[in-house]
């Protein structure tokens, strides 16, 4: 079945120029002492991030930079962006960020990344900002992301919970709703987190499909329907890297159809409804492993008597 086999992520910003690296940086802007934007020997803008690499340079200036973390253009970060989003966070804040991106590194096998890195800062800065004015806000998809995706969510608490103990604060309890919709967006669509937004709704409004269909709840935290959601997921990476099934070897629609023809009908309203948040249609191979799924979850809710 087309569900294994991880998604394709990121590459770290500083291993997409392996090779190209050099020690000798030329500088733009100083942010402060601690962040400064450059140029390396390729022409390229770099970030360097590093106790007192500012301190007492003016731009124009070449600064060694060995030692020092080197961020790049990353997704819709611009370099200018990464150095602005340094510059705005403490140090203590970066490493909390830092120990968050480790976290879902260790607990969730997301790739080590300054891209998460990025994502979880910028996150990170406004929920500290909320909880200091001491602003709430709605969180819209925490009855999705807590059923969907129990594993980022309970890495999600735990990150509220560091961010209050290592800084003193106390975060909303659902900031940990946006936490882990950066953790799903890493690990399986691509840094794209209104991606990230369109899988969640997809698949929720997917079991909703099927619960009016069936005329009976799911338990979402069931074999079959987390089988289900690991399929799903694994379909929307496909579509994001534009990698769908077009041949299986084997007619599995016309099994589906033979054993269980409801399915079979069910699943062709699931392709449309994934096809619409995906923005493309579904190949037939795909639809028809939608019918397999679909067939194993209705004979879990509704085994026969």
Partial sequence: MPSTGAPASCPRAGQRREGTVSATVTIRRIYNNNVVLG????????????KGIGFQRKPGEEVDATGSRRFWAEGHYKAAMVADLFSDATAEEIEVAQAIAELAHEELSTK??????????????YALRRARQG?????????????????????GRRAVLLVNERLGVSLQEDEWVA????FINQQWVG???GKTLAMTEAISQTFTLLAERWNTPIDRHSRSAARFVTHLRYLFARLGEDRQVTTSGIDVMAAVLEADPGAADVAVEIGQLIAAHAARDL?????????L?????????????
């Avoid at 080590?112 to 800065?125: C, E, K, M, Y």
């Avoid at 679909?294 to 008597?305: F, T």
């Fill in 191 to 193: 840094g794209d987190l």
């Fill in 112 to 125: 080590a990344s300054d891209a998460l890195l990025l994502h979880v800062l910028d996150h990170l800065l």
């Fill in 293 to 305: 799924h679909a067939s194993r979850l209705y004979a879990e809710v509704k085994p026969p008597r």
């Fill in 283 to 291: 190949t037939p191979e795909e639809v028809a492993y939608l019918a």
């Fill in 179 to 182: 936490f882990a919709l950066h």
């Fill in 39 to 50: 140029v390396d020997a390729t022409g390229v803008e770099v970030v360097l991030l590093g």
């Fill in 135 to 155: 602003t709430m806000i709605d969180f819209p998809l925490r009855w999705e992301v807590g059923q969907l995706y129990p594993d980022e969510a309970e890495v």
